[in-house]
């Protein structure tokens, strides 16, 4: 699920200006859509826990770390140029939303996080005819 959510967003830099990379939009679009569920300091305490469990798996994440808003810094010095398919430092932006959509399984259940996951994408990234090419033009 992970992947598809950063395909999907990297399918965004192609129709547009540049943006922030595809993590930090999914990240955002998780923290906007969570804070309202579980507030802000819920929300802190996952994406740290996530950012905790990521850093084991990857040293590209040393530099980020969450604020006590919940966002995420010091990524983009990271991730300024992302592809997924192609760059391996995306593979940290992977492991990092991998593990806190994990975290969200596992505390909130599969159900609720799929619902969570549908309004903060309504529908078209999980609309497998959008998968290939990630966001419509």
């Given at each position: 699920?992970?992947?598809?959510?950063?395909?999907?967003?990297?399918?965004?830099?192609?129709?547009?200006?540049?943006?922030?990379?595809?993590?930090?939009?999914?990240?955002?679009?998780l923290?906007?859509?969570?804070?309202?569920?579980?507030?802000?300091?819920?929300?802190?305490?996952?994406?740290?826990?996530?950012?905790?469990?990521?850093?084991?798996?990857?040293?590209?994440?040393?530099?980020?770390?969450?604020?006590?808003?919940?966002?995420?810094?010091?990524?983009?010095?990271?991730?300024?140029?992302?592809?997924?398919d192609?760059?391996?430092a995306?593979?940290?932006?992977?492991?990092?939303?991998?593990?806190?959509?994990?975290?969200?399984?596992?505390?909130?259940?599969?159900?609720?996080?799929?619902?969570?996951?549908r309004?903060?994408?309504?529908?078209?990234?999980?609309?497998?005819?959008?998968?290939?090419?990630?966001?419509?033009?």
């Amino acid at each position: 699920m992970a992947h598809r959510l950063l395909t999907y967003e990297a399918g965004a830099d192609k129709t547009s200006e540049p943006m922030e990379s595809p993590t930090v939009r999914v990240y955002e679009k998780l923290r906007q859509c969570l804070g309202e569920f579980v507030g802000t300091t819920g929300f802190h305490s996952l994406a740290s826990r996530a950012l905790t469990l990521s850093r084991t798996e990857t040293p590209t994440l040393c530099a980020a770390r969450i604020a006590a808003d919940g966002s995420l810094q010091g990524l983009g010095n990271i991730e300024t140029q992302f592809e997924i398919d192609n760059d391996p430092a995306g593979d940290g932006g992977i492991i990092l939303i991998a593990r806190l959509l994990g975290l969200l399984r596992l505390f909130l259940g599969e159900a609720l996080t799929q619902s969570l996951l549908r309004n903060a994408w309504p529908g078209e990234v999980f609309d497998d005819r959008n998968l290939e090419h990630g966001r419509r033009a």
